[in-house]
């Protein structure tokens, strides 16, 4: 097994907290990226999402970054429960 690969999941949802003065119910916002990779590497969370083009061939790639602190949960998805 290569050690330099990212798990890749059909869909992966994060709830990143929302800046409150209520610290008692904070709220999140709910963030989805299909076909996407998951790391976790030191205090960060790193998503990264294969863009494809009209084509569906794979064009891009982009990676968003999250601190941990701001994430209250996510969810990996392995198989589709989605349509594309």
Excluded at 44 to 66: A, H, M, R
């Amino acid at each position: 097994m290569n050690s330099n690969v990212i798990p890749t999941f059909s869909k992966v949802e994060i709830l990143v907290k929302k800046q409150s003065n209520n610290t008692q119910l904070p709220s999140v916002t709910k963030l989805e990226f299909f076909d996407s990779g998951l790391m976790i590497t030191g205090n960060y969370l790193v998503i990264t999402s294969k863009e494809y083009g009209d084509t569906l061939e794979y064009v891009n790639q982009t990676s968003s970054v999250f601190n941990l602190n701001d994430i209250s949960a996510y969810k990996t998805y392995s198989e589709p429960k989605y349509k594309k």
